[in-house]
């Protein structure tokens, strides 16, 4: 079955930067996009940024356009997550998705979630 695996997560402090990686095992994922999102404390789960699996396209919530990088690699099947600049704000959990085709930054698209990984930014 699918399997996603972040990693990567810690406490950093603000202005630092982190790299979170999603491991994806279980079936070819050559017509898949993957997506990261994060959800805080009391708050809803947001999109972050998608990438296709070929790489051609990627997307970001515009919030976090110039900071934050998608990349991937397909040797190694995994996903990738840059984070630069980080503010306490960015303290949330992070997840990897994966979605069947097109890119796209609902949540509700996506099928198969990883079990996230926790990014803590101090002041």
């Known amino acids: 079955q699918v399997q996603l695996v972040e990693s990567g997560g810690g406490l950093v402090q603000a202005g630092g930067s982190l790299r979170l990686s999603c491991a994806a095992s279980g079936r070819s994922f050559m017509r898949y996009s993957m997506g990261w999102f994060r959800q805080a404390p009391g708050k809803e789960r947001e999109f972050v940024a998608a990438i296709t699996w070929s790489g051609d396209s990627t997307i970001y919530a515009d919030s976090l356009k110039g900071r934050f990088t998608v990349s991937k690699s397909s040797a190694k099947n995994t996903v990738y997550l840059q984070m630069n600049s980080l503010k306490p704000e960015d303290t949330a959990v992070y997840y990897c998705?994966?979605?069947?085709?097109?890119?796209?930054?609902?949540?509700?698209?996506?099928?198969?979630w990883g079990q996230g990984t926790q990014v803590t930014v101090s002041s």
């Open positions: 998705a994966t979605v069947l085709g097109r890119i796209t930054t609902s949540g509700l698209d996506y099928s198969y």
